[in-house]
Every structure is written in C-alpha cells, then in structure tokens.
C-alpha cells in the first residue's frame, strides 16, 4: 500500500479544481498501467473510467471516486502539503482516487474468479461542478455493455465518525443541495439622511433573519432543511446608502417535498419583506445535487462486509443524514448502491472543507478491502 500512500500525496501536492484535472488524470491512468483494464477518458471533463471483465460470465459492479480538489489555501501543516496557492484537497478527494486505483489493482489480480465486470470511475468536478451528470450522459453505466445491478463509493471524513470506522445509513445519507440569490433593489443616497433613500441594508437583514427562523421554525427533525446564507453584498463607502444588496445562501434538504418548500418560503419571504418597506426583491434558485439515496438492501451488505473483514467495531450506522451533497446521488437515483463513509481523522478534528483538514492514508487498506470484498460479494450474489 506504499505506493497508494504515495500517489495519494503527490496528488494532494498539486490539487486541481473543477471538471478539467489533467494532471490527477495522468496519474491515474500511469496508476493503472498494465492491468487487464479498458480504459476511456471523458470528453466534456477529466474523467478516467476503465472496465475490468471478469473470467466468468456475470452482472456488473459499478465503483466512484472523485478527484477534484477545493479552491482553499491550505494550512494543515501537512509535509505533503498543495504547492498550488488556493486549491487544496480539503474534503478526501485524494484518498478516494488512491482507493479505488488500490481496488483496481486488487480485482485485477483475481480476474479469473470474478463472475461478472466492474466498472471503475474516477470524477472530476464533484465540488460544485455536476461532474458525474456529465459522466453519466457520456455513458458510463453502459460502459461494461449492460447497466450494473449495484454501485458502492466511500468518503473520508474528519470531525464526524471516530477514526477508521466505516459508517452507512439506508435512505437518504446526503441532502440536496440546492443555492439561491436575493437581489433587495431599494434607492440609495446620502447616510446622513436616510428618510430620503430606500435603504436595502435593514431589509436585506430583515430578510436574512426572517428565512433562518422559518427554516428553524417550520421544519422538524423526520424530514429537515438547513437554510443558510454564505455572502452578503453592497455598498462602497461607510456614508453612502447603496442602491442594492445581493445575498447569497444554500439550502439543504432530504426530499423533493421540503426543497419545494424551502424555495417558496424564502421567495415569499424575501419579496414579501421588502414590499412591506416599499423595496422590491428578486429570488433566483438553482437546484443542485439530489440527496443522496441508499439502498437498504446495499447497506446491510456493507454493514456485513465491513464487520467480517475489519471487524465488529469497525461499523457504525449514522443516526441521520449529513447536510453535505454529493453527485453520486445522480447514480444511486438509477442503481441501488451504498455510500460508505469514514473517520479518516479524529472526531474533534477540523471537518471536511476546512483548510486545516488532514486525512489520515494509513486507511487507504482498510478502504480497498472493503470496496474490494464488497464487490467480490455482490457479483457472487448474482
């Protein structure tokens, strides 16, 4: 696994971000050099897919890692540090590529006995970029000539799960995560005599306020959404009243249900507000990922999988969905599967996005085993 460990760290050298990652798909595929593998390359992004065909007739096993990094500056203090000023792979995107090249190799080695095929996807643009939407209009579940009957991934995580314990959860795991703008057009003018202005800035607060507290207020734990804005705009000196503010948010769901009703609450929110202050307010929302849904079926044999081959306390089931999104979403919403996440740090230790961040690769082995086993397990099933 040394040689995991190594290209992990050179790719965590030199992150790259969004859906064009030439270098990250170089190395993959010198990775990959020599195996019984069919390997193509995406048009529309970085993307590296290779098929490996078993020597007995079977069904096919999808696998998905991603390899797109943050645009972060890094300052976890790590040797291996980003030598690209703000990208950073702060969210295990380099422990995921190492992974699923180590399974590759490990399939490899017992082709003959595998009684089926799998294929093996390495993504860019994940963070923000519908990478997989673009892989999957390439045709990546019907590389292997037939759709697969499962599809498994894994995901590092820091701050959340206890170091090396490997967590699932049937049904929603991961929400929808969809963005929104509010644009609080007002009148502006001199600071020293509001009365003769529109002032966008309490209402843009009023507004800020009044989604949170519907957010907090309106939806309960059996099916939640986390509302939150992330930037506020406007203005350019301390005596001047702007003529507009622009808010940014996010918000994060677990059904097509509560993201319906998150968008038209703050619609009706925003513009109801700045009405009420004679101000006009336009919302803008773009749907994002879907939430990420696992099969039952898929969790319970990786519940078994990680017990029989890393042991009993090796698995825990999370007791609710995280309100992080992830495009794998787009494959579990056409092939039952399983999103397998791990502590890969210590359960107080900065979470994922934080430039911080540090992933521990000495799991890179426990990771492939279970991808490998898991894989082994499902073809044999059929």
Known sequence: MHALRQLRRAIHREPEIGLALPKTQRRVTAALAGLPLEIRHGRALSSVVAVLRGGRPGPVVLLRADMDALALTEESGEPFASEVPGAMHACGHDLHTAILVGVARELAATRDSL???????????????????????????????????????????????????????????????????????????????????????????????????????????????????????????????????????????????????????????????????????????????????NDAQEVALLEQVVRETLGPGRYATLPHPLPAGDDYAHVLAAVPGAFALFGADGDAAPGNHSPRARFDDGLIEDAVAVLAQITRRRLDAC
Do not use: C
């Open 115 to 293: 009684p089926g095929s799998v294929v093996l996807a390495w993504q860019p643009g994940e963070e923000g970029h519908d990478g997989m939407a673009l892989m999957l209009a390439e045709g990546l579940l019907e590389a292997a000539g037939e759709i697969p009957v499962a599809s498994y991934g894994v995901h590092a995580l820091s701050g959340t799960l206890l170091h090396g314990v490997f967590g699932g959860r049937a049904g929603a795991s991961h929400a929808a995560a969809a963005e929104f703008t509010v644009h609080v057009q007002g009148a502006g003018g001199h600071g020293g005599f509001p009365h003769q202005t529109r002032d966008p800035i309490p209402v843009a607060a009023e507004i800020i306020t009044a989604v949170e507290v519907f957010a907090a207020r309106r939806f309960g734990p059996a099916d939640p959404a986390v509302v939150s804005f992330g930037s506020v705009h406007g203005g350019q000196a301390h005596n001047v009243i702007p003529d507009e503010i622009l808010l940014t948010g996010t918000a994060r769901t677990f059904s097509p249900a509560a993201e319906r009703l998150v968008a038209d609450g703050v619609h009706r929110i925003a513009t109801g507000v700045a009405e009420a202050h004679g101000l006009r307010a336009e919302v803008v929302w773009k749907q994002g990922y879907p939430p990420v849904v």
